[in-house]
């Protein structure tokens, strides 16, 4: 399933039209990225609603709808637990990242670089 990238250093996969990224991967890792990939569509709208509140001082009036519609292809990190938003399209700065506990059960803390 994984495949290691020299330009990233870390092993890759995609699944679901997700990435996911790994420093070594396992039968339980790849156990994690079936799991994710299958379940993140349907926590999408959860995962939208919860970044909105950090997004509201730099692009109000912003909907969970659209939110969800210009997140763009996810990366998860597995090892970190991580969901980085790389391609979004609300803005050609920002870079948003989630973190989050099991099969996206839980959200813990959204942060945006750029």
Do not use: W
């Amino acid at each position: 399933m994984f495949r290691y990238s020299e330009e990233d250093g870390a092993y890759l996969a995609k699944r679901n039209g997700i990435e996911f990224v790994c420093e070594e991967p396992s039968g339980e890792l790849e156990k994690l990225a079936r799991e994710l990939a299958d379940c993140y569509e349907d926590r999408l709208p959860e995962i939208a609603a919860y970044i909105l509140p950090g997004l509201e001082g730099l692009f109000g009036g912003l909907t969970a709808e659209e939110l969800a519609s210009a997140l763009g292809t996810p990366q998860i990190d597995l090892d970190a637990s991580v969901i980085t938003y790389l391609e979004q399209t609300l803005d050609e700065s920002h870079i948003f990242v989630l973190e989050f506990d099991g099969a996206l059960e839980i959200f813990l803390e959204f942060t945006m670089d750029g």
